[in-house]
Each structure stands twice: as C-alpha cells, then as structure tokens.
C-alpha cells in the first residue's frame, strides 16, 4: 500500500460512523448513482460489494473504496441472470461475513418507442434488468440478512409513479412502478426480520443512463408536446447530482431511518409537482 492510501487510512478510520463494520451490496455500482452511493456508503464506514456488467469503471470504485480503507470487492453480473446473481451474491456474503444493507439500483431506460412499435424482446429486456433484476437482487440477499436484519432500497423513478410524460417509456414506467409495488410486498414480508424495505423516485439526475437508452425516431408520433411555465427543475434549474441522491441511500440505509420501511421518496426537486 502506498503513503497516501496509508494516509487516507487513518483520515478515515470507520469506528464511531454511522455504518462501522456493516457490509453494503450495490448493483450498477460502476457508473451514476450507484457509484455515488458506494462511495458515500464507504465513506460511512461500510464495506462494498459492487455488482455491475461494465468492469473498468466498477474497478475504479473498488479501487477508490480501499484507498479509504475499506474493503471492496467488484463482481461482474448481469442482475437480470439468476444463476449469476445467486453465485455473485453467495460469492459476496462469504467474503464479507454479512450482507447489512442492499442497494438495488441496476438499471436501464432500454428502448423508447411507441407501443405498437415496441418489440416483445426490448420489453423483456427493460423489464428483466430494472424488475427482475430487483427481484433477483432481495431474493438472493434476504437469506444472507435475515439473521440480524437491515436495509434495502431500491432505485424506481418519478417515471411510472409521479410522472407519466416520458413518451415512449412504457416499459420502462412500467418496470420503476413495479418496483415500488415489490418494495412495499417486500417491506411486509421481510420486516419480521427487521429488514426495512424502501423505493427511492430520483427525478431527472445527471448519469450515464444516456448511454443504456434507445430512443426510436417513432416517439415523435405520439409526443405530446409539455411546456412547464417556469422550466423543468424549480429548486435548482437543472437535474439533480448522484451525490445528492447517494446523500438519501445513505439515510435510508442507516438507523437514522430505523422506522421508516414500505415507502417510497421522491428525490426531484419538486420537478414532478409542476
Ligand atoms: P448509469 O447508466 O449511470 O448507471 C447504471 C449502472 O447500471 C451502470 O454502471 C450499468 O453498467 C449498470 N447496469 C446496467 N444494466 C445492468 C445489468 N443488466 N446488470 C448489472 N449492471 C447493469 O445510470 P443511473 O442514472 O445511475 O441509473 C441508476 C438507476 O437510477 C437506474 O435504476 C435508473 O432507472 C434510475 N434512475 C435514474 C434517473 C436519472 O435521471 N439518471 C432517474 C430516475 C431513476
């Protein structure tokens, strides 16, 4: 280890923060704010755990998170394949002993086309990463939390729930409302073991969803033209940052949200409520 990791060491040591000796597990925790949330969770003084399909970029967090002093460990899955994800996470709980907070955040925007053009195949894609993929996330880490109890949350969106403007996002819409539907299923369902299961609805947030978006030129047939009268983002003229929505998984994930489960938070600026 070199000095300035050694010194990053001592300037962070975990015992007294919020999350000292927890371990962490988040998916799509290469990029956006996945990323954002790992760091911020290692910085409260959890281990990580990152799941993701890109690995050049999850290796950087991993990277940074054991500059911190941390341990962080990067496993190459795709969420939406079972045998995978239930190997990674198996793979994961015994490496780190226990499995405290689970962020399901892995997602996509997928194909944007009108319904009648949307394929059968991109709808399963869209669905099988954002819902299946969360499916698969709690279902695998609930035999590895329900000893001791803890935190899930699970990335949705002002889409599907708040917001229903997003032409062409039929599938996607669909897949971040049923995420909230399985997060209070689930809040139910697991809080006899003390697992807190919440859904966050990030609005518009400056990531690189971009890239896992294809938007068909069909669209513009059913586009309803929307004009806001003061512009999209009231609070703060422009999307949100990761850091800003990694600052509520950390809430969500500590004790400082201890009787809050089965519920879901918007994280947009007021941008839904114009
Ligand atoms: P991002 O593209 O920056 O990050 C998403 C990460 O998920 C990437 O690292 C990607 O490689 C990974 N990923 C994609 N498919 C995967 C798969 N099959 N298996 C494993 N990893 C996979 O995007 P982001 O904006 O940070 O998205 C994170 C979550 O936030 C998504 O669920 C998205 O729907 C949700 N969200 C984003 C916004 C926004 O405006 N950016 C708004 C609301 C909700």
């Keep these: ?35 954002a949330s790992a760091l911020e969770l290692a910085r409260a003084g959890a281990n990580v755990c990152l799941l993701d399909l890109i690995g050049e970029r999850t290796e950087d967090v991993e990277e940074e998170i054991r500059g911190m002093g941390r341990e962080a460990e990067f496993y190459d899955v795709d969420v939406s394949d079972p045998v995978r994800m239930e190997r990674a996470v198996r793979a994961a709980a015994e490496r780190f002993g226990s499995m405290d907070v689970v962020f399901a955040n892995a997602g996509i925007n997928g194909t944007l086309a009108p319904i009648e053009d949307l394929t059968p195949e991109s709808w399963d894609e869209t669905l099988g990463i954002n819902l299946r993929g969360t499916f698969l996330t709690v279902k695998n880490a609930v035999p590895h939390m329900k000893e001791k109890g803890g935190s899930i949350v699970v990335t949705s969106s002002i889409n599907g729930n708040r917001k229903f403007s997003g032409f062409g996002m039929s599938a996607y819409s669909a897949s971040k409302a049923g995420q909230v539907a399985f997060a209070k299923m689930a809040a139910l369902e697991l809080a006899r073991y003390r697992i807190r299961v919440n859904a966050i609805c990030p609005g518009g947030i400056r990531t690189n969803i971009g890239e896992n978006t294809d938007s068909t030129k069909q669209v513009e047939k059913i586009r309803i033209p929307v004009e806001y009268p003061e512009g999209a983002h009231p609070l703060e003229h422009g999307p949100g940052r990761p850091e800003q929505v990694a600052d509520l998984v950390l809430f969500l994930a500590s004790d400082r ?18």
């Design 1 to 35: 280890m070199n000095r300035r990791m050694d010194e990053e060491k001592r300037d962070m040591p975990a015992v007294g923060l919020p999350l000292a000796g927890k371990t962490a597990l988040v998916t799509g925790a290469g990029s956006g704010i996945g990323r």
């Design 257 to 274: 949200s201890s009787h809050i489960t089965g519920t879901e938070i918007y994280i947009d600026g007021a941008e839904t409520l114009l």
